[in-house]
T-cell receptor, first 116, second 113 residues
Framework: AQKVTQAQTEISVVEKEDVTLDCVYE???????LFWYKQPPSGELVFLIR??????QNEISGRYSWNFQKSTSSFNFTITASQVVDSAVYFC?????????????FGTGTRLKVLA | KAGVTQTPRYLIKTRGQQVTLSCSPI?????VSWYQQTPGQGLQFLFE???????NKGNFPGRFSGRQFSNSRSEMNVSTLELGDSALYLC????????????FGPGTRLTVL
């Protein structure tokens, strides 16, 4: 079955702390894509990263980094030196061809609160 | 380059009515997807259109339908509205495939009374 689990419902950190958001996925496909999106209070989903199943290299973009481990079916997201502007709901998503057509499955999201 | 636009931004309807939402993708993007976001069910994939054809579909009843025009603009229709259809409806566009990077619009907030 196709599934994305974000076990952390809400995380609160103090500014400048590092924080890791967990994402665990399930799929039977060998080819799939993983994504992270940010949804600030304004409501618009903002794309952060896209990763295909054949690329296990970790990625760093400024204060953001992602750790993709196929062995544990995880795609975790770390924010280094968090800032108040990072406060948002973060969604992990999976796209694969389970049942013959592409589906796009989102996790339930993790609400991150960064306190000044 | 202009982003994804959705109209209207807010809608209030009553049960039994129908509603049409509109989405204009980023110029050059040919894939348009629709999502429903509710506090209880989270973000759920409705369907995806490409070249005026529905290419992928989520698990929603037939009351939810859509179409895409030759200029890639898309509309979503919900007939016989139910209270549970109250949600934020998000549209996203990508260059060609649903697995490409998707860019989301601001959404249409639908309230069914």
């Amino acid at each position: 079955a196709q599934k994305v689990t974000q076990a952390q419902t809400e995380i609160s950190v103090v500014e400048k702390e590092d924080v890791t958001l967990d994402c665990v996925y399930e799929t039977r496909d060998t080819t799939y894509y993983l994504f992270w999106y940010k949804q600030p209070p304004s409501g618009e989903l903002v794309f952060l990263i896209r990763r295909n199943s054949f690329d296990e290299q970790n990625e760093i973009s400024g204060r953001y980094s992602w750790n993709f481990q196929k062995s544990t079916s995880s795609f975790n997201f770390t924010i280094t030196a968090s800032q108040v502007v990072d406060s948002a709901v973060y969604f992990c998503a999976l796209s694969d061809t389970t049942s013959g057509t592409y589906k796009y499955i989102f996790g339930t999201g993790t609400r991150l609160k960064v306190l000044a | 380059k202009a982003g994804v636009t959705q109209t209207p931004r807010y809608l209030i309807k009553t049960r039994g009515q129908q509603v049409t939402l509109s989405c204009s993708p980023i110029s050059g993007h040919r894939s348009v997807s629709w999502y429903q976001q509710t506090p209880g069910q989270g973000l759920q994939f409705l369907f995806e259109y490409f070249s005026e054809t529905q290419r992928n579909k989520g698990n929603f009843p037939g009351r939810f339908s859509g179409r895409q025009f030759s200029n890639s603009r898309s509309e979503m229709n919900v007939s016989t509205l139910e209270l549970g259809d109250s949600a934020l409806y998000l549209c996203a566009s990508s260059i060609r495939e649903i697995t490409d990077t998707q860019y989301f619009g601001p959404g249409t907030r639908l309230t069914v009374l």
